[in-house]
């Protein structure tokens, strides 16, 4: 059965010698010839599809294909150097003889390109296509390799069980219908339904599944109806005739359940055999062909009526389980893209805040330095400096004037700006982002590394104990023999093992998400399980980003320095900045802020009327043990003296630190002076583990040499200063307090008051982690019993395959069941709030 999957890649620019990339499309094709009079008039079978070649075959270089269309194919992707793609699965490519021709000529309206496009910026654009023809890792392979297709293509990512495909593309060089037709001419089509472009529905099950399902319950239910009489004991040698006619139609009935409903357990297992890889439909597959040579070999030759109704109810059980399974998983994955929203907000152009899935068209919203854009708007107002690495992976601002549209998941780096949103947040496109490839953390958890190795190892186990069975049944009883071998070959299932961490896990996200603690993967959850280092920041995560006392040293400032201080204090998303804004008097909104930046560790610079600013410690001047934090003002580089800062700490703080697991190591590792040692020393457990004037650099550091240890460690930031930190850390935890300082280095996003509800993050992931290891045991009891009747031959191969979905039913209902009970325990809400 198959599991949630995500593969990416990418590349930049052709392939050596791609110039010619589509030079073979127009070469003229070779004279079709008859079928191969050697092979008795047998048609070949197509190289590139597989399909039968019919009565005349196309060659080229040795190969038969159907049609001019696949040949063209296999020219792409031959002159290409990509001829990989026909050794990794069996029947890689499609048929294009019998289809249709597609008119994609209304991809050239403007209006409807720009539906179509998730994002535009200049001359790059990315674009998200439903490719339902995907079914194997060959499609993945080269899918992921089309920037050797065509030099306008950037990079092209797969999500394998959607069946979804993302490419970055450059429109100067490849128009998005060139992109359209260049997956047609391969054999990739993508389902265009311009009404669903902007709607969130729940994926349906592949109609190739439901109609496979149909036709082995078909066939069940019939096979079963003329086996009646044998049920009943029907007397074989006086009803010769109807017992003869009945197996021919049993066998007739059983032909397309072997052809068709079984085709994708054959196909999976080849292509495994063909990379020298067993997986687990081989021994199933082994099962099936056993089973239906047997039938048919008692059918023909009258020494019995074969098993027929068995193999129909194998494969229609087995089908079950698996439209059951992708049911499952499509539902985990709908309700984490669709339902869960960010916990964080976005900045009213009043100054009020508002929650991302409230955010509709015509709100206008301020963004800051640093913060990402939650939606597609236009710019009304500021200096845009726009970094789209989240969306692109071009990590250079792009500048954007006023009216121009900027898109969502990009990054302001320059001050503050004002923009009116014109589309509604998109979860789907936000989640999708977060979970690109460049950001994955590594896999530390153990219940990952077992459920690895058992699935490596389990199916030589089960083929060796089947081949054993075989040979000791064989001179006893042949017809007892195959029917023990099979029973071994179906029973024995590791799906169970294979469903744990992914329903466990999964559900625990979809729970988490109900306290305000967004998590970007279930394999987060079984990393932080495994954390024995915590490493805190102090600035906006153990204290209220927005309520320091706060008081002048220096100078008397004016009334025109306050507001220009206000104003530049605005620019910047740093609490120590939020604070001191919101402190001062709002500047007027015609007191414009110019040439803006920030260094981090040191603060901000910029031009207000025409004079310029400095806030922070830029001389690198520390100021002495146990004194607070200090930003320091300078007007056209004159000091006028500095802003003194007393933390305040989060009321349930004490609490919350109490309660961690005792078994965590903590750290406080903050860029603050040393202040309030005694109250922090004794939160951590000792002032040695107290850091700080740490730069960024210095905070990446500590976690690098925490992990060389060999102690996964776990950050908790606020994703400004400490984003390096976060990404290198095996858990990256960013809090945030109505702003949106989303950041994708971080694996976990913690509405600020959720903050109390850390310990039970940490005890319920590692509660779950301990109920992955139960339904290990309960699969392992599972195999175990069942193996021990199926080599005996006490148990029928239809038994087997009800038994075999009924235990990853089995999985998925104690994993709803752990969970909820474990919500229960820790007083989770059991529903959205």
Same mark, same amino acid.
Request: aromatic share 10%; with cysteine.
């Given at each position: 059965?198959?599991?949630?999957?995500?593969?990416?890649?990418?590349?930049?620019?052709?392939?050596?010698?791609?110039?010619?990339?589509?030079?073979?499309?127009?070469?003229?094709?070779?004279?079709?010839?008859?079928?191969?009079?050697?092979?008795?008039?047998?048609?070949?079978?197509?190289?590139?599809?597989?399909?039968?070649?019919?009565?005349?075959?196309?060659?080229?270089?040795?190969?038969?294909?159907? !049609?001019?269309?696949?040949?063209?194919?296999?020219?792409?992707?031959?002159?290409?150097?990509?001829? /990989?793609?026909?050794?990794?699965?069996?029947?890689?490519?499609?048929?294009? =003889?019998?289809?249709?021709?597609?008119?994609?000529?209304?991809?050239?309206?403007?209006?409807?390109? /720009?539906?179509?496009?998730?994002?535009?910026?200049?001359?790059?654009?990315?674009?998200?296509?439903?490719?339902?023809?995907?079914? !194997?890792?060959? !499609?993945?392979?080269?899918?992921?390799?089309?920037?050797?297709?065509?030099?306008?293509?950037?990079?092209?990512?797969?999500?394998?069980?959607?069946?979804?495909?993302?490419?970055?593309?450059?429109?100067?060089?490849?128009?998005?219908?060139?992109?359209?037709?260049?997956? /047609?001419?391969?054999?990739?089509?993508?389902?265009?339904?311009?009404?669903?472009?902007?709607?969130?529905?729940?994926?349906?099950?592949?109609?190739?599944?439901?109609?496979?399902?149909?036709?082995?319950?078909?066939?069940?239910?019939?096979?079963?109806?003329?086996?009646?009489?044998?049920?009943?004991?029907?007397? #074989?040698?006086?009803?010769?005739?109807?017992?003869?006619?009945?197996?021919?139609?049993?066998?007739?009935?059983?032909?397309?359940?072997?052809?068709?409903?079984?085709?994708?357990?054959?196909?999976? =297992?080849?292509?495994?055999?063909?990379?020298?890889?067993?997986?687990?439909?081989?021994?199933?597959?082994?099962?099936?062909?056993?089973?239906?040579?047997?039938?048919?070999?008692?059918?023909?030759?009258?020494?019995?009526?074969?098993?027929?109704?068995?193999?129909?109810?194998?494969?229609?059980?087995?089908?079950?389980?698996?439209?059951?399974?992708?049911?499952?998983?499509?539902?985990?994955?709908?309700?984490?893209?669709?339902?869960?929203?960010?916990?964080?907000?976005?900045?009213?152009?009043?100054?009020?805040?508002?929650?991302?899935?409230?955010?509709?068209?015509?709100?206008?919203?301020?963004?800051?330095?640093?913060?990402?854009?939650?939606?597609?708007?236009?710019?009304?107002?500021?200096?845009?400096?726009?970094?789209?690495?989240?969306?692109?992976?071009?990590?250079?601002?792009?500048?954007?004037?006023?009216?121009?549209?900027?898109?969502?998941?990009?990054?302001?780096?320059?001050?503050?700006?004002?923009?009116?949103?014109?589309?509604?947040?998109?979860?789907?496109?936000?989640?999708?982002?977060?979970?690109?490839?460049?950001?994955?953390?590594?896999?530390?958890?153990? =219940?990952?590394?077992?459920?690895?190795?058992?699935?490596?190892?389990?199916?030589?186990?089960?083929?060796?104990?089947?081949?054993?069975?075989?040979?000791?049944?064989?001179?006893?009883?042949?017809?007892?023999?195959?029917?023990?071998?099979?029973?071994?070959?179906?029973?024995? !299932?590791?799906?169970?093992?294979?469903?744990?961490?992914?329903?466990?896990?999964?559900?625990?996200?979809?729970?988490?998400?109900?306290?305000?603690?967004?998590?970007?993967?279930?394999?987060?959850?079984?990393?932080?399980?495994?954390?024995?280092?915590?490493?805190?920041? %102090?600035?906006?995560?153990?204290?209220? #980003?927005?309520?320091?006392?706060?008081?002048?040293?220096?100078?008397?400032?004016?009334?025109?320095?306050?507001?220009?201080?206000?104003?530049?204090?605005?620019?910047?998303?740093?609490?120590?900045?939020?604070?001191?804004?919101?402190?001062?008097?709002?500047?007027?909104?015609?007191?414009?802020?110019?040439?803006?930046?920030?260094?981090?560790?040191?603060?901000?610079?910029?031009?207000?009327?025409?004079?310029?600013?400095?806030?922070?410690?830029?001389?690198?001047?520390?100021?002495?043990?146990?004194?607070?934090?200090?930003?320091?003002?300078?007007?056209?580089?004159?000091?006028?003296?500095?802003?003194?800062?007393?933390?305040?700490?989060?009321?349930?703080?004490?609490?919350?630190?109490?309660?961690?697991?005792?078994?965590?190591?903590?750290?406080?590792?903050?860029?603050?002076?040393?202040?309030?040692?005694?109250?922090?020393?004794?939160?951590?457990?000792?002032?040695?583990?107290?850091?700080?004037?740490?730069?960024?650099?210095? %905070?990446?550091?500590?976690?690098?040499?925490?992990?060389?240890?060999?102690?996964?460690?776990?950050?908790?930031?606020?994703?400004?200063?400490?984003?390096?930190?976060?990404?290198?850390?095996?858990?990256?935890?960013?809090?945030?307090?109505?702003?949106?300082?989303?950041?994708?280095?971080?694996?976990?996003?913690?509405?600020?008051?959720?903050?109390?509800?850390?310990?039970?993050?940490?005890?319920?992931?590692?509660?779950?982690?301990?109920?992955?290891?139960?339904?290990?045991?309960? =699969?392992?009891?599972?195999?175990?019993?069942?193996?021990?009747?199926?080599?005996?031959?006490?148990?029928?191969?239809?038994?087997?395959?009800?038994?075999?979905?009924?235990?990853?039913?089995?999985?998925?209902?104690?994993?709803?069941?752990?969970?909820?009970?474990?919500?229960?325990?820790?007083?989770?809400?059991?529903?959205?709030?």
């Amino acid at each position: 059965m198959t599991g949630i999957m995500s593969l990416s890649s990418s590349g930049h620019g052709p392939a050596p010698g791609g110039a010619g990339t589509f030079a073979a499309m127009f070469m003229p094709s070779p004279v079709p010839i008859a079928s191969d009079p050697s092979d008795g008039g047998k048609a070949l079978a197509c190289y590139h599809c597989g399909e039968p070649c019919g009565e005349e075959t196309v060659t080229d270089e040795g190969h038969a294909f159907c !049609c001019t269309g696949c040949q063209m194919v296999y020219r792409i992707i031959r002159d290409n150097g990509l001829e /990989d793609f026909y050794t990794i699965s069996e029947k890689p490519g499609f048929a294009l =003889a019998r289809r249709e021709k597609a008119d994609f000529s209304y991809l050239d309206d403007p209006e409807t390109r /720009d539906r179509l496009l998730l994002f535009r910026q200049g001359n790059t654009a990315r674009v998200l296509f439903r490719l339902p023809q995907i079914h !194997c890792a060959s !499609c993945v392979w080269l899918l992921e390799k089309l920037y050797r297709l065509h030099p306008g293509i950037v990079q092209s990512r797969v999500q394998f069980n959607r069946r979804e495909l993302s490419v970055v593309f450059r429109l100067d060089l490849l128009s998005l219908r060139g992109l359209v037709e260049l997956l /047609d001419r391969i054999g990739y089509r993508p389902a265009i339904h311009l009404a669903d472009v902007e709607k969130d529905h729940m994926p349906g099950v592949q109609r190739r599944l439901i109609y496979q399902l149909g036709v082995a319950g078909f066939a069940f239910g019939n096979i079963m109806l003329f086996s009646f009489p044998e049920y009943l004991g029907m007397d #074989a040698s006086r009803e010769e005739g109807f017992a003869r006619w009945f197996g021919y139609l049993n066998l007739a009935l059983a032909l397309p359940v072997f052809f068709f409903s079984a085709t994708d357990y054959f196909r999976s =297992a080849w292509a495994g055999i063909r990379v020298r890889e067993i997986n687990m439909d081989v021994p199933i597959s082994l099962g099936i062909i056993a089973l239906f040579a047997q039938s048919t070999y008692d059918v023909v030759t009258q020494t019995g009526p074969g098993y027929f109704d068995s193999l129909a109810g194998l494969l229609f059980f087995m089908l079950t389980g698996k439209w059951f399974q992708q049911k499952s998983f499509d539902r985990l994955s709908f309700e984490r893209d669709y339902k869960s929203y960010f916990p964080v907000s976005a900045t009213l152009e009043d100054g009020s805040t508002l929650s991302l899935h409230q955010l509709a068209p015509g709100h206008r919203i301020t963004v800051r330095h640093q913060e990402l854009v939650p939606a597609d708007g236009i710019l009304l107002e500021g200096d845009a400096r726009v970094d789209y690495s989240f969306v692109t992976g071009e990590s250079e601002p792009v500048g954007v004037g006023p009216g121009e549209k900027i898109y969502a998941g990009g990054r302001q780096t320059g001050p503050r700006i004002t923009l009116q949103i014109t589309h509604s947040v998109r979860q789907s496109y936000l989640t999708q982002l977060w979970n690109e490839q460049a950001f994955q953390t590594q896999d530390r958890g153990r =219940a990952s590394r077992i459920a690895r190795i058992m699935g490596t190892w389990f199916t030589w186990v089960v083929m060796a104990i089947a081949l054993a069975t075989l040979i000791f049944w064989w001179p006893r009883d042949a017809s007892r023999a195959v029917y023990a071998f099979t029973s071994v070959l179906i029973i024995a !299932c590791p799906c169970a093992i294979a469903l744990a961490i992914p329903f466990i896990m999964g559900n625990g996200v979809r729970l988490l998400g109900r306290i305000h603690a967004y998590v970007r993967h279930p394999q987060v959850l079984e990393n932080l399980a495994a954390v024995r280092t915590l490493v805190l920041d %102090k600035t906006g995560t153990i204290t209220l #980003a927005e309520q320091s006392e706060m008081r002048w040293e220096g100078v008397e400032l004016e009334e025109g320095d306050r507001q220009a201080i206000s104003a530049l204090a605005r620019q910047s998303m740093h609490p120590l900045s939020r604070t001191l804004s919101g402190a001062l008097e709002p500047a007027p909104r015609a007191l414009r802020v110019e040439d803006f930046g920030e260094m981090p560790g040191k603060g901000i610079e910029g031009r207000v009327a025409g004079v310029h600013w400095r806030l922070g410690r830029w001389d690198g001047r520390l100021t002495g043990h146990g004194s607070p934090t200090r930003v320091d003002v300078e007007k056209d580089g004159r000091p006028l003296g500095g802003f003194v800062f007393r933390p305040c700490y989060r009321p349930e703080l004490t609490s919350v630190m109490s309660a961690l697991p005792g078994d965590l190591d903590l750290h406080l590792v903050s860029g603050d002076q040393p202040v309030d040692t005694a109250f922090l020393s004794d939160l951590v457990g000792g002032e040695d583990r107290l850091h700080f004037r740490q730069q960024p650099a210095d %905070k990446l550091r500590f976690v690098e040499n925490a992990q060389k240890m060999g102690t996964p460690v776990a950050m908790i930031g606020d994703g400004l200063n400490d984003a390096g930190a976060l990404k290198q850390s095996d858990v990256g935890i960013v809090v945030t307090e109505n702003l949106n300082n989303f950041t994708p280095a971080s694996d976990m996003i913690l509405a600020a008051g959720s903050f109390g509800r850390l310990p039970d993050i940490f005890t319920l992931s590692r509660r779950l982690v301990r109920h992955v290891f139960i339904a290990y045991g309960l =699969a392992l009891i599972y195999n175990t019993v069942g193996l021990s009747w199926a080599v005996q031959g006490q148990l029928s191969p239809v038994i087997a395959a009800v038994l075999m979905p009924a235990s990853s039913v089995t999985i998925v209902l104690y994993a709803w069941v752990s969970t909820w009970s474990e919500a229960a325990r820790l007083r989770f809400p059991l529903s959205p709030s």
